[in-house]
């Protein structure tokens, strides 16, 4: 038998080493580069993501006296404000999510500053004063209280010549007294909804009712001092219209039924133009004159039909109520004294002063509103002064719920 050739290992020369030692550490370098890559881009992602779901929330969306605004607190009172509005059918901004947020800004920076003054007051809201509070929003009270009679309150008669005056406060009805379960029912149950549409709990709700009963705090503190006495007049006046010319009606086409008359429309009056309305309401104080009744002469006279059927009389009245001519006229005669043809823009005047008040206690609406008015000149002077910084842009307001949606 013929011998078996055994396979020869052919001896690697030295170009081929080092062909090989470069091919292995091309790779090495290959593996080294990708993995710098990968954990870049590792690195991008969690940075985004710290960004996104740390960073970002946390960033100031305002900054007032050096307290901040925190990005996601403001984007929560965003969706409540849009939850609120959505379950207010008569509200007007409804689409306007620009609208709304900024007026959530610029609350929330109010907020900022009355929490500031509360603290450099000593004024301190307790948790049991929220509780309370939350618990009579939702009908609950704690304990029965004693029923008290209701105050007979005859209505202050207002001056029926002042155009656009303030409206009477229409009270509100109170609330259905519930039991402690049905509150807890009704509170878990708003809560869920708070949750799903603006990320809110409970401890946001608090918060919220905080900083009421703070802002009430302040209120009284401010309001405290104010006077709520003024110079009155009580008077009672004559008026006379300029009443111009009824336009032509259009006439009725041919074939159309004739339109009835109201038979409820009280009869139309004659045109008057100024020169009559002055002649008319001097015959009216020549009237007086002579002895006439003022009350008599104002039933058959006045073309104020607020106050004709009162004899003229417009109750009690102060400065800042009537037209500037009127009230000029009013408060410069004395008890007794009747004023001469008094022009404003609704015609000519007589007036006589009843009585004369130096310091007479305002009306509660009236009260109420100067109050008002000077709590709101004080919280804007906080504004003024404050150091505020903004950095609101559109792209910080959330996504709207209709965005979500879709």
Do not use: C
Not at 353 to 365: C, G, I, N, S
């Amino acid at each position: 038998m013929a011998k078996s050739k055994q396979p020869q290992t052919r001896e690697l020369t030295r170009k081929h080493l080092a062909h090989k030692r470069r091919d292995d550490e091309r790779n090495q370098w290959l593996l080294i580069g990708l993995g710098i890559v990968a954990g870049i881009l590792l690195l991008i992602i969690a940075v985004g993501v710290i960004q996104e779901l740390v960073i970002k929330p946390r960033q100031p969306i305002a900054t007032v006296n050096g307290a901040s605004i925190a990005s996601n607190d403001y984007g929560k009172r965003v969706r409540f404000a849009w939850y609120q509005e959505a379950n207010n059918p008569d509200s007007a901004q409804q689409n306007d999510p620009q609208s709304i947020s900024l007026e959530v800004l610029d609350q929330m920076i109010d907020e900022k500053l009355l929490r500031e003054q509360a603290q450099q007051q000593g004024i301190t809201v307790s948790p049991d004063e929220i509780n309370e509070a939350l618990e009579r929003s939702f009908g609950y009270q704690r304990n029965t209280p004693t029923p008290s009679p209701t105050p007979k309150v005859s209505p202050t008669p207002r001056p029926t010549s002042t155009p656009g005056g303030p409206p009477t406060a229409t009270p509100l009805p109170t609330p259905t007294a519930v039991s402690l379960t049905a509150y807890q029912s009704a509170l878990s149950d708003y809560v869920g909804r708070l949750k799903t549409a603006a990320d809110m709990g409970e401890v946001d709700l608090k918060g919220l009712i905080e900083i009421d009963l703070l802002r009430n705090k302040l209120y009284e503190d401010v309001t405290k001092n104010i006077t709520t006495t003024e110079e009155q007049v009580r008077a009672r006046h004559i008026l006379v219209r300029v009443q111009e010319a009824l336009p032509t009606p259009t006439p009725v086409p041919a074939g159309q039924p004739t339109p009835t008359p109201n038979p409820n429309a009280g009869p139309t009056p004659a045109p008057r133009d100024e020169a009559q309305a002055l002649a008319r309401i001097i015959e009216v104080q020549q009237k007086l004159g002579g002895g006439g009744d003022f009350a008599k002469l104002a039933k058959e006279y006045s073309d104020d039909p607020g106050s004709a059927e009162q004899g003229g009389d417009l109750g009690w009245f102060g400065r800042g109520r009537m037209v500037p001519e009127f009230e000029e006229g009013t408060f410069k005669l004395e008890p007794g004294q009747t004023s001469g043809p008094i022009k404003t823009a609704y015609g000519y005047h007589l007036v006589q002063v009843l009585e004369k008040d130096p310091a007479r206690e305002m009306d509660e609406f009236t009260a109420q509103q100067k109050k008002f008015e000077a709590f709101s000149q004080w919280l804007n002077n906080l504004r003024i002064n404050a150091q505020t910084t903004r950095n609101w842009t559109l792209d910080r307001i959330p996504p709207t719920p209709g965005a979500q949606a879709r």
